[in-house]
């Protein structure tokens, strides 16, 4: 029988991390998906990523996949793509299938990085066709560059949920509404503002009710709900949509743990209970990634390289004094990105109401998706007088693990500090050239470059764009604020971007004076609103 | 090992609810009220409850409502789903045609 | 004293809740305790099926009884379907020696009164037209079938504790005490005691751990056995099924699914004797392997689902039944060796009249605790 | 409908146009992309009826995971379409409880 001296089980983030560590520390290593192509998830995410440097931020997924299969391919791992994993037995050993056959594989060590799949939610008419979950449409439209549907609606204000509304947008789909149960919004406040500032309104403390349609969905009820999350009666709106998108959180698949036979516990859905290196209760075993616990991306990649050197101590081709080195830099670097108010610790609390810092949060942002004026002012990033001239407005409001934009700055007017959570202050007299680099960085696209020429009468604002067709310069449309509410008339004087810049456009349009701290969109033509 | 539970324990009468006839098992057609009917009549584990309905035991072998249904197990019995036992995991992951899985091949290359 | 009911049961597999359900419309008060869950065990991990053919004609009466009186009436007793088929059940030939095997079989059951007779390979295909060529001869018995056996065992349970049986479940056994030279008190991992005049032990394998700490033994080992399930598949044939060598069987279940059993032959040898009892990695295969050579239709179907469970082998493979003379009070329902699950509701049956002191509906006498010799 | 032009991943790469058929109907998919993709664009959201309540289903999961998008493809029944690759002259057609849709059944087909 075929033996490896690691198995991994999905070449997503973590997988293919854990193998590339391994791989290069000299372990004959094999990685087998199911899928047809490699990357788990990271394919379907064409957002670029929060964190720091040394976590890829201000990468998109998609490209820090293709990173890893270089990377994996560079390291001589074997990736079995088309092959489904169907069993784990006694000894370390695998059934795979793989086209007409089936092959036997044994393991020195088995990593289990399988990832997660989709929660669904039932409501009357959920198996409508049309009723889909949120990466089922991400997969269709990012994957495979098919729209899911003309107009969605969106139940779950998760990250999934805000990230792939966006994603929607950006494949031409309309998107109706995002909906939640909850109160309110889940997932970071930047994320919302994305849409908000487009015009998606949001719902909190609503459920959809019913899914209308005979063969497809044609429509959407939903309604308020009550503390209890019943719906109220004759709180109920009708929706024109043709698609629902369920993105009410993720559960780890586990399965293949569970078949092993790993001790379990719970964590958002059955894990196995693992030591601080991923390995389970069955020696040799290991997990990494969501299936053992529900993150995201870039924390699965550095706890896939931990797993995989823990497997390289484990044959021997790691000494224990270098793995600990190793090891302890990678749970340093994955510390990072647990803390804040986003992290693991505090899933599903909602009772914070102040930052780190004392900053009280924007309850706008929670309840509807955007910031009011007042409130931005408050923050670090966009207090008044922070500068004068051009200068950035950097509406991050929230202690999300994300430092990029005080990479950007090269004269360092932007600062967060040793704490990648910490809010982004833009420093007094800072001196901006209006470069837009900061712009360009943000993964949550929201920092702007306001420029108010007083004299004319007139300001210019320089916003994030990721839309087609961009508008060219001298096109002539309307402001939209925070809201998504036209604010004024506006005209399009750059539309700049760079290869760097990775698909981002620079998009300056000129408003009124007084509407530079309202205008955070442009919309091409007359908004009559 | 198993948690003890006595099946003489009450858990008060079924009551219809307005979203009983709701499909909860998409594979096999299996409904809300079904299952909490099942409880009601002393499937009190969710492998009881996907043996005597078939919840579970469809196409995809549970894998979109196992979650939903241990949801709904667990309120019926009045405990937090994390004290219920899932299913048992089994070969194979995904359907495999019988002549795909009795065609043993050896390595990959 | 304190008293639990005049009968404890051990075990909450099919034998256990039919002798709950049997006792219980006596008007007997029964404690079932259960390790795991109800039917945790053989009970919902078999092929289903219900027959009589090549029975060892010591307790193929408690099967034709059962067929005969229980099987046919029993889910409108029980109040849910439990899938009772009475098509028949092919048992297949491919080489002369199979032919014999079969022969023998069916000559002593015809001993016994059954109607089985042997057919050939065109009469077979007759009767289920998806059998392959490779098909030389099988034995046919009219009056056999298959049941599901997990709604059975339910159905018994469901309709015992609807009747006022109390069950325990998720505590395991670990002792049998006496008192005053009788049976008394059974002690769970958990600390309880619970205590009865009377003892049913229908713990399948664990029951000879068990059995031991009163001083009895069950000359039993235990065995893996492997069943795999299709996908829905159109319905195609009724029958079921089973091989001279006994490698394979299985059915079409009222769903639409196959159940297919059967071996690799190195069941013997499997290294993992942990109490769950999982799946091999080569058994699966070998049976797929083994169902397209009879049934080259099925080739394309879907496996959804392989399982896996524990066999309690008696050294002389039928089952132990009956009252252990040295232990008043205490009853023994296990080792049924792989096809217990046909014959439950009539060993149901059998075990209340043990314990009514009623006569027994077929001689049990073969199947005593203590039969068991050295050769001589 | 199919994405032309995507703002950050500009056009989607595809293999080469294939014709195969729904319900006997011809219809034009990318070789390689998954049935069910080719479907969507195609417009078509109902991949099965059930076999119990005869209700309409699509995709769901998209992943291989829920089973829900199951079609007969090429003879074969509950044949995943969101992870199975289009082929050209594949024959695919509406699932009917576990049966191919009769064509009879289908008024638009010629």
């Known amino acids: ?38 990357g788990g998830q990271l394919f379907k995410q064409i957002h670029k990523f929060f964190g720091s440097k040394e976590h890829q931020a201000k990468i998109r997924g998609f490209r820090i996949g293709q990173q890893l299969l270089k990377q994996a391919e560079e390291s001589g791992v074997e990736v079995h793509l088309n092959s489904v994993v169907m069993g784990i037995f006694d000894l370390g050993e695998i059934t795979v299938q793989h086209g007409d056959g089936v092959c036997h594989y044994k393991g020195d060590s088995i990593l289990i990085a399988t990832g997660a799949c989709e929660n669904m ?116 709106k009708h929706l024109d949509v043709d698609t629902v998108c369920i993105a009410v959180g993720l559960s780890p698949m586990s399965q293949l743990a569970r078949m092993a036979g790993c001790e379990m516990t719970e964590k958002g859905g059955a894990v196995p209970v693992v030591d601080e290196y991923g390995q389970t209760s069955i020696p040799g075993l290991f997990v990494a990634g969501d299936v053992g616990g529900i993150e995201e991306a870039s924390s699965a990649m550095i706890g896939g390289r931990i797993a995989g050197a823990a497997a390289a101590r484990r044959s021997g081709y790691l000494p224990e004094e270098e793995f600990r080195e190793k090891a302890s830099a990678l749970k340093a670097s994955l510390g990072q990105l647990h803390e804040g108010m986003f ?79 910490a809010l982004p202050a833009v420093a007094e007299n800072a001196r901006c050239v209006g470069c837009g680099m900061c712009v360009a960085s943000c993964p949550g696209q929201a920092i702007f470059l306001v420029n108010d020429e007083e004299e004319a009468g007139t300001a210019t604002v320089t916003l994030p764009y990721e839309f087609l067709p961009v508008p060219e310069k001298g096109a002539k449309g309307v402001a939209l604020g925070r809201d998504g509410r036209v604010v004024c008339p506006a005209e399009v004087v750059e539309a700049k ?16 004076l007084e509407m530079s701290m309202k205008a955070r969109f442009f919309k091409t033509g007359e908004g009559t609103k | ?58 196409l995809c072998q549970g894998q979109t409502c196992g979650r939903l249904v241990k949801g709904i197990v667990a309120k019926e019995l009045g405990v937090r789903p994390s004290e219920l036992e899932d299913t048992t995991a089994r070969c194979p992951t995904r359907p495999v045609e019988m002549q795909v899985f009795g065609n043993e091949v050896h390595g990959h290359e | ?136 001869a099988a034995s046919w018995c009219p009056t056999d079938g298959h049941a599901n056996p997990m709604l ?44 009865a005049d009377t003892v049913i032990l229908a713990a399948g394998f664990p029951s000879r751990a068990i059995a031991n700490t009163v001083g009895i033994d069950i000359p039993m080992f235990k065995e893996l056995n492997e069943c795999l399930v299709t996908e829905m598949q159109p319905p195609m044939f009724w029958q079921m099924l089973g091989t001279a060598e006994a490698d394979f069987y299985g059915h079409q279940t009222k ?21 769950f009892a999982h799946e091999t990695s080569i058994t699966p295969a070998s049976v797929c392997r083994g169902i397209m050579k009879y049934f080259p239709a099925l080739s394309g179907a879907k496996i959804i689902r392989n399982w896996a469970g524990w066999i309690d082998v008696c050294a002389d493979r039928v089952p132990v039944i009956g009252r252990v003379e040295e232990v008043p009070g205490l009853i023994l329902a296990c080792g049924f060796s792989g096809h217990g699950f046909g014959i439950a509701p009539a060993v149901g049956q059998i075990l209340m009249e043990i314990v009514l002191e009623k006569p027994v509906c077929v001689d049990i006498s073969p199947l005593k605790y203590d039969r068991f010799h050295a050769k001589a | 409908m199919r994405i032309q032009k995507h703002p950050i991943l500009d056009r989607i790469q595809k293999g080469r146009q294939v014709t195969f058929s729904l319900d006997g109907k011809p219809m034009q998919g990318y070789e390689g992309e998954p049935i069910a993709a080719a479907l969507l664009a195609a417009g078509v959201r109902v991949h099965r009826y059930t076999t119990k309540a005869r209700q309409p289903r699509g995709i769901f999961c998209a992943i291989g995971r829920c089973t829900d998008c199951v079609m007969v493809v090429d003879g074969k029944p509950n044949v995943r379409t969101c992870v199975t690759p289009l082929k050209e002259g594949m024959r695919v057609q509406t699932q009917v409880g576990i049966s191919a849709k009769k064509e009879s059944d289908d008024h638009e087909t010629i």
Not at chain 1, 203 to 216: C, M, P, R
Not at chain 3, 93 to 118: C, P, Y
Not at chain 3, 163 to 184: D, P, Q, S, Y
């Open chain 1, 343 to 421: 992290s693991p610790k505090n899933k599903g609390r909602r009772d914070l109401t102040v930052t780190d810092e004392g900053y009280l949060l924007s309850k706008t942002l929670l309840h509807h998706g955007y910031l009011s004026e007042e409130e931005v002012a408050g923050f670090p990033g966009a207090a008044p007088g922070k500068s004068a001239g051009i200068h950035p407005v950097i509406e991050c409001t929230q202690n999300i693990p994300c430092n990029p934009c005080q990479d950007a700055c090269r004269f360092g007017c932007i600062r967060v500090g040793d704490h990648m959570t």
């Open chain 3, 255 to 275: 769903h639409g699914s196959f159940v297919f059993g059967g071996s690799s032959g190195m069941e013997y040898y499997y290294r993992n004797q942990a109490d």
């Open chain 1, 497 to 512: 971007t760079a290869g760097f810049m990775d698909g981002t456009v620079l998009l300056t349009m000129r408003v009124p």
């Open chain 3, 152 to 195: 059975t065992t339910l159905a018994y349970y469901r309709k015992a504790r609807m009747m006022g049986v109390h069950f325990i479940t998720g505590e395991k056994v670990v002792k049998l005490k006496k008192a005053k030279g009788r049976i008394r008190k059974v002690l769970t991992q958990s600390g309880n005691v619970y205590e």
């Open chain 2, 1 to 58: 090992m198993s948690r003890l539970l006595d099946r003489n324990r009450e858990i008060g009468a079924f009551v219809p609810q307005q979203d009983d006839d709701l499909i909860i098992c998409r594979c096999e057609e299996i409904t809300k009220g079904e299952i909490r009917r099942a409880v009601h009549e002393g499937m009190w584990t969710l492998t009881e409850v996907k043996r005597f309905l078939r919840a579970g035991m469809g």
């Open chain 3, 1 to 136: 004293m304190s008293k639990n009911g005049e009968v404890i049961i051990i075990g909450g597999g099919v034998i256990g809740c039919a002798a709950a359900y049997y006792l219980a419309k006596q008007g007997v008060s029964v404690l079932v305790l259960e390790e795991r869950m109800i039917g945790h065990g053989g009970s919902s991990r078999n092929g289903g099926g219900v027959r009589q053919s090549a029975r060892d004609v010591r307790e193929l009466p408690i099967a034709m009884y059962g067929i005969k009186n229980l099987w046919p009436t029993l889910s409108e007793e029980l109040g849910v379907d439990v899938e009772y088929h009475q098509d028949g059940n092919l048992r297949l030939a491919k080489t002369e020696k199979h032919i014999d095997i079969l022969q023998n079989l069916v000559d002593n059951s015809r001993k016994s009164g059954l109607e089985v007779t042997m057919i050939s390979g065109g009469q077979a295909r007759e009767l289920c037209p998806y059998m392959s060529e490779e098909v030389i």
């Open chain 1, 121 to 236: 939610v039932p409501f009357d008419g959920w198996t409508l066709p049309g009723v889909m979950g949120a990466g089922a449409a991400q997969t269709m439209m990012n994957l495979h560059g098919v729209q899911p549907g003309s107009r969605v609606l969106m139940v779950g204000s998760g990250n999934v949920g805000l990230v792939v509304s966006f994603q929607l947008l950006q494949a031409g789909v309309e998107v109706a509404a995002v909906i939640d149960a909850a109160p309110q919004i889940g997932g970071y406040g930047v994320h919302a503002a994305k849409l908000a500032r487009i015009g998606v309104p949001f719902y909190l403390s609503h459920t959809i009710v019913k899914a209308e349609g005979t063969d497809h969905v044609t429509g959407a009820v939903i309604a308020q709900v009550d503390e209890s999350f019943r719906p109220i009666a004759g709180t109920e």
């Open chain 1, 1 to 38: 029988m075929k033996r490896y001296e690691l198995i991994v089980i999905g070449a997503g983030p973590a997988g293919l991390s854990a193998a590339v560590e391994a791989a290069n520390a000299g372990m004959s290593v094999a990685v087998f998906d199911e899928n047809a192509r490699p």
